[in-house]
């Protein structure tokens, strides 16, 4: 494989005596951990194995829309939380040479192919194995795991990561309505495109449409109608670990981080200072908090957080207020209901407008979803997840947001012990951390996985939760 981007044959199996780890999932968080994996020192092996796409891709960077911005700066984006300056400098040595500020945000292809090239750096590397196919069944075993592959092949591995991300809508049970991220072509230039959802997805799509040259209404609308906050610099204040109110309840930290945005005003910044401030130390926060207040914040206060977190590009808000100006795109506060067929080709999006009680019908040339990631993780388990929930391996965590994991990331098995061997790994661990989605957040539990896989002692049967 010359780039690490285009899927090759499969890159042989077996080799060597040491510990060795499959990583299953290739997109941005199992190439971040089998990188890690492959830092450390040793004869540790990893077998990093995808099912559909190129390696380093992914749902985020799967992208080709050069308008598809990271929506985190340059210098946030290494993937080694202690060479902070890695993607800067690969993207200094580009051969085009094109001059990019760390400040700045480059397109998410750009850090699709940062991740593909990292790979291709380890293509002579004996340490590493690539397989091309979807990993259908994971069984424990006395020395650690069993993976079986959509061919019908299976290896014995020491232990498994899954880093198979979101859980995604199935297609073809989505129809008529199209999903964020299949590429799809407007028939009529002039006709209304619906968005369910404004976040950064709907950002996303908004900018793809109108470079498509589309001149009819767009109409984004989600339940609040609260959009992406955009970027502005920062300076993040240094919130002590001493400081966090752990275990208060959801109103009693929507108040301190209104305390510490005042603060942050107070001197001369924005509340961003104190977002970023208090970003690092979320998943403390969130492993602190009852699971009442993690019901409570996903009702009331996800939303407010997200748009306030996961804020957009500059450049991106420029465009945006602009279609808003021309008239062009609408945000409306609304539920979706329904989309139905129309003998004609369009769609009838039956929407329910906030606080009102009627619905209302609207015709367009699609609707998409971009609802963005928060999906029930049973209704859209992949077949490997499926499996694993129903032997009895994997849980579902209480609130339905991913399987339940320890502290660790080892998974938690229906009757509350813990898997040894089989950790998950980014947003496949979102239920236990909440903030585990972005790449400084996933880069560092990468790398304390990596840490701990090669230092281990020999395997453990399961332990039982505490
Ligand atoms: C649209 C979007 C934009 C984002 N932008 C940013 C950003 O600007 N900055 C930032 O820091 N973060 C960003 N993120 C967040 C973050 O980088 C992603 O959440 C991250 O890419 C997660 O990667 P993942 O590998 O865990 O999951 P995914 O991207 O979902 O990849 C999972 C991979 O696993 C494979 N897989 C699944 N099941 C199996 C199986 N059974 N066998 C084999 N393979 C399997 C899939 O084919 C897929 O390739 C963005 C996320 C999204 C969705």
């Known amino acids: 494989m010359k780039d690490g981007l285009d899927p ?29 994996l492959l830092r450390q020192p040793g004869d540790l092996r990893v077998t990093l194995i995808e099912g559909q796409g190129p390696m380093g891709l992914g749902i985020a960077y799967a992208t080709t829309d050069p308008e598809h911005l990271l929506n985190t700066r340059v210098h946030n984006m290494s993937a080694f939380h202690d060479d902070p300056h890695h993607f800067h400098r690969w993207l200094e040595q580009r051969a085009d040479g094109a001059k990019v500020s760390d400040q700045g945000f480059v397109s998410r292809a750009t850090y699709g192919a940062y991740l593909g090239a990292l790979l291709a750096e380890n293509d002579d590397n004996p340490r590493l194995h690539r397989l091309f196919q979807a990993v259908v069944g994971l069984q424990e075993t006395d020395t650690g795991v069993n993976v079986q592959l959509a061919d019908g092949q299976s290896l014995d591995v020491d232990r498994a990561v899954l880093a198979t991300g979101h859980a995604t809508p199935d297609k073809a049970r989505q129809w008529p309505i199209v999903g964020a991220w299949q590429p799809h072509v407007a028939s009529d230039p002039q006709g209304l495109i619906i968005l369910i959802g404004s976040g950064l997805s709907m950002v996303d799509q908004v900018l793809s449409i109108l470079k498509s040259g589309h001149e009819g209404p767009i109409l984004s609308f989600s339940r609040r109608g609260l959009l992406p906050r955009n970027h502005t610099n920062t300076a993040p204040l240094k919130v002590q670990a001493a400081e966090l109110p752990l275990g208060a309840s959801v109103a009693s930290l929507l108040r301190w981080a209104r305390s510490l945005a005042r603060l942050a005003e107070a001197s001369g910044g924005t509340w961003r200072d104190a977002v970023d401030g208090i970003r690092p130390h979320v998943r403390t926060i969130w492993r602190a908090l009852p699971q009442v207040e993690r019901a409570r914040f996903l009702r009331h206060a996800a939303t407010w957080w997200d748009v306030h977190r996961h804020r957009i590009p500059p450049q991106s808000q420029i465009v945006l207020d602009q279609a808003v100006l021309d008239g062009q795109l609408t945000i409306r506060k609304a539920t979706f209901q329904e989309a139905r067929t129309r003998p004609d080709g369009l769609v009838d999006a039956v929407i329910r407008p906030f606080r009102r009680s009627q619905t209302e019908v609207l015709t367009a040339l699609r609707i998409v979803d971009c609802r963005g990631i928060r999906r029930d993780p049973e209704t859209h388990a992949s077949p490997l997840v499926a499996g ?56 560092e539990q990468v790398a304390r996985l990596a840490a701990t896989l090669a230092t281990q002692p020999a395997f453990h049967r399961a332990t039982t939760l505490k």
Do not use: K, N, Q
Not at 23 to 36: F, K, N, Q
């Open 8 to 36: 090759p044959a499969d890159s042989g199996r077996e080799t060597g005596t040491g510990r060795h780890v499959a990583v299953i999932g290739g997109g941005a968080s199992g190439v971040l951990m089998g990188l890690h």
């Open 388 to 443: 694993l929930l129903s032997a009895g391996t994997a849980r579902i965590d209480p609130l339905r947001i991913g399987l339940e994991v320890d502290d660790h990331g080892r998974l938690i098995r229906a009757d509350s012990t813990i898997t040894p061997a089989i950790y998950a790994i980014g947003p496949a661990s979102r239920a236990a951390f909440w903030e585990i989605t972005a790449i400084p957040d996933i880069r």
